[in-house]
């Protein structure tokens, strides 16, 4: 505890800011060593001012750190500092690490990791395809992380769970104050399967201003940050943005053209951001970093969208490939494909049955992207 507590010590003190945190433990090995060194040694590092060099010497742990650090602990949480070998290699790598993270569960020391976030308010569409590309993402060895929001960021960890992979939650908040309160029961699968981490106290509220904070590490713990559905003004851009600042890859899901929910993701794309169709596109651009598990069978698994499909009869294949990714009411499709409504029906029932079609609520179907 004593070790640590020299961390969240360093940490309180006034005009030591994530940068120089960093600064000042590479030069001087760890914080303890900081709070010993003399004042014209800590004021010979940039960026350390005459006043801040005499507040490091002259420092005392206030009784507010010390409770901070001992119901951390009392909880069962970990921290994690940026010196441990558990903590995220590509983290360590960006301009401004978190000194130590809040840890509930297990946080894997990885590289191979990557993030899927995107709007709160998303479609079916949107929850079902990053359901699916974190499934198979989990199922290639990835670790997926996302910031455990409503819509998109849930369906990221729900997936990753689902392909039988690891996930992390990175939270705006503190772990005793977790937001939102409705993924509750998310965060308790997740922190048994990997690991709901944060840069805030115990306590710390979801602040509007925790977030972009919260998003650069998502970015910066991953090699490549994935958008799902993001409007032109949606937070998700600003993950993007950092991970290209921190010379991570971006990729962007396309949607369609009448949706301003896939407006941002559509301005990512003409701004040189991957499009993503299927796993595929993401394990292309991050091969070199990626190490292939085998399966049963002695070779990588094929993502979804390559892997044989069932024998299609031609009107079955005509009817299949006229099927949008969004909703489509059947007689409606009809008339497009100037096709009877129940010899239609019909068919796409027989499609549905073969696992290719989803049928939703009044007659619409779509491709069944599971």
């Keep these: 505890m004593e070790s640590l507590l020299s961390w969240f010590a360093l940490k309180s ?15 001087f090995g760890s914080p303890a060593a900081v709070f010993e060194a003399p004042v014209k040694m800590l004021a010979d590092v940039e960026g350390v001012s005459p006043r801040v060099a005499e507040r490091l010497r002259f420092h005392r742990v206030s009784d507010a750190v010390r409770t901070e650090l001992e119901r951390t602990l009392e909880r069962g949480y970990t921290v994690v500092t940026f010196t441990d070998p558990h903590y995220p290699p590509l983290l360590r790598e960006i301009h401004d690490p978190p000194p130590y993270l809040y840890v509930r569960g297990t946080l894997d020391a990885t590289p191979q990791a990557v993030a899927l976030v995107g ?18 993402l989990a ?4 670790l997926v992380v996302s910031g455990m929001a409503l819509g998109i960021d849930a369906a990221a960890h729900q997936g990753a769970l689902m392909g039988g992979g690891r996930t992390v939650a990175v939270l705006g908040s503190g772990l005793d104050n977790l937001y939102p309160r409705e993924n509750r029961k998310l965060a308790d699968r ?5 690991a709901v981490v944060t840069e805030f106290a115990l306590t ?9 904070a919260r998003n650069r590490i998502i970015s910066g713990m991953t090699q490549g940050t994935v958008v799902v559905e993001a409007t032109r003004r949606s937070g998700s851009l600003i993950t993007a943005r ?22 941002g993701t559509h301005t990512l794309i003409k ?10 596109d993401i394990l292309e651009e991050l091969r070199g970093f990626v190490q292939m598990q085998p399966t049963s069978e002695g070779r990588r698994a094929m993502p979804a969208a390559k892997r044989s499909a069932p024998p299609l009869s031609g009107e079955e294949r005509r009817i299949f490939d006229a099927l949008e990714p969004y909703p489509e009411q059947v007689d409606a499709l009809a008339r497009r494909l100037g096709l ?8 796409l029932l027989q499609l549905e049955l073969k696992g290719l079609v989803r049928q939703t609520p009044g007659a619409h179907f779509e491709r069944n992207d599971k």
């Design 13 to 27: 003190v006034p005009g030591i800011g994530n940068h120089l945190f960093k600064r000042l433990v590479e030069r």
């Design 119 to 136: 709007s709160r308010m998303a479609t079916d569409y949107g929850l079902r395809t990053t359901r699916r590309l974190a499934a198979e």
């Design 139 to 142: 199922g290639e060895g990835f």
């Design 190 to 194: 997740i922190a048994q399967n990997g």
């Design 204 to 212: 710390d509220e979801p602040a509007a201003h925790h977030f972009p």
């Design 242 to 263: 950092l991970a290209a600042e921190q010379n991570r890859e971006v990729f962007a899901v396309p949607g369609s053209i009448q949706s301003f929910k896939s407006s």
């Design 271 to 280: 701004e040189g951001a991957k499009l993503v169709e299927h796993t595929g």
């Design 340 to 347: 009877p409504s129940g010899e239609l029906l019909a068919i």
